[in-house]
């Protein structure tokens, strides 16, 4: 069996022959069809992350497949699509970056609805986080004016759709001209350097941003004094200089999502994502990659040239 693994911090994946998983008692064991690769796991394969796997180890926090085998009062009978997350898998015990994998029984989800295994792998962040910060943080309203920081993003493009779907007007901002055919179809895409208009009119009430980082505060200010921004990343940086007198006279609330805290209201709302997914309603874009280009698909992934989500296909 092939896997894709971790042997040193700070290493690219190595794509080799490991031993086949031996299910244990109340664990499943699964035939990955496709995991996710995400900044999580390149996080934690530069040995920066609080929870550490022992190298070598097989990468990929999340991912879906199909169940080979479980307990027989387990509730998943062989042939069931699932989604794989949760219980350390990729952080403190291998993941799945691999062809096969026997994981906990908290860690397997089956699908409400059938989804192509690339995008039941990658929906389950980009869908949750969208719909937590734009109706639990943001209480998004039919009618009002939305900002979306990031629109050609994974997230943002999400947080655009929903947007969209609760009635909102959205204008969606990238940073680059190549950003802009990605923006979801019925949001106006503007362009980061053309963007200044927007603040002139300050006719939004609510910004979602999900790049962070020292410009946070500038962009707040397209929104009208009583609005709300609500601050979903920090991928442009982590910190932030708060000018309190400006802020004071601005007036606008600065949210924060955390989807840590959130991870049960995420799980109540993924299984009517994944119906939306499924019968069309929502869209995520996904690159494919072997398990072989992981290497390639991480270095696209810290230098913004992803496509949506990376996912790795074992086969």
Same mark, same amino acid.
């Given at each position: ?13 190595? &794509? ?6 031996? *299910? ?35 990468? $990929? ?23 794989? *997350? $949760? ?7 291998? $993941? ?9 029984? +908290? ?31 943001? *209480? ?9 920081? $990031?629109?050609?993003? /994974? ?8 947007? #969209? ?31 200044? @208009? #927007? ?11 999900? #790049? ?16 709300? @921004? ?11 200089? #708060? ?25 109540? &709302? ?17 690159? +494919?990659? /072997? ?13 913004? *040239? ?5 996912? /790795?296909?074992?086969?």
């Amino acid at each position: 069996m092939r896997a894709a693994r971790i042997h040193a911090w700070g290493t690219a994946p190595v &794509v080799e022959e490991v031993p086949e998983p031996v *299910r244990g008692e109340g664990e499943v064991l699964v035939q990955v069809e496709a995991g996710g690769i995400g900044h999580l796991d390149a996080t934690i394969a530069s040995g920066e992350f609080a929870m550490k796997p022992t190298p070598p180890y097989i990468g $990929g926090v999340e991912g879906a497949g199909t169940v080979l085998e479980a307990d027989a009062d387990s509730g998943l009978a062989p042939g069931t699509q699932v989604v794989l *997350r $949760g219980t350390g898998l990729g952080m403190l015990r291998d $993941g799945t970056w691999t062809e096969r994998v026997s994981v906990r029984r +908290k860690a397997v989800t089956p699908l409400e609805a059938p989804l192509e295994p690339a995008v039941a792998a990658s929906f389950f962040v980009p869908a949750t986080t969208a719909y937590v910060a734009l109706h639990d943080v943001g *209480r998004v309203e039919k009618g009002e004016e939305v900002i979306v920081v $990031g629109a050609a993003g /994974a997230v943002g493009a999400m947080v655009a759709q929903q947007a #969209l779907a609760a009635g909102a007007r959205v204008t969606g901002v990238v940073g680059r001209a190549d950003q802009l055919a990605d923006v979801p179809e019925g949001v106006e895409a503007v362009q980061l350097t053309d963007a200044e @208009a #927007l603040g002139k009119d300050r006719a939004a009430s609510l910004l979602v941003d999900t #790049l962070g980082g020292e410009g946070l505060l500038g962009r707040s200010r397209w929104v009208r004094q009583g609005g709300r @921004a609500v601050v979903i990343g920090y991928v442009a940086g982590p910190r932030v200089e #708060l000018d309190l007198p400006s802020w004071l006279l601005d007036e606008v609330a600065l949210l924060p999502v955390n989807m840590i805290r959130a991870e049960r209201r995420a799980r109540e &709302v993924s299984p009517d994502l994944v119906r939306r997914l499924s019968q069309g309603e929502l869209t995520l874009a996904v690159e +494919k990659f /072997a398990l072989d280009d992981i290497p390639s698909a991480l270095d696209a992934l810290k230098a913004g *040239r992803v496509r949506g989500r990376a996912v /790795a296909l074992p086969s």
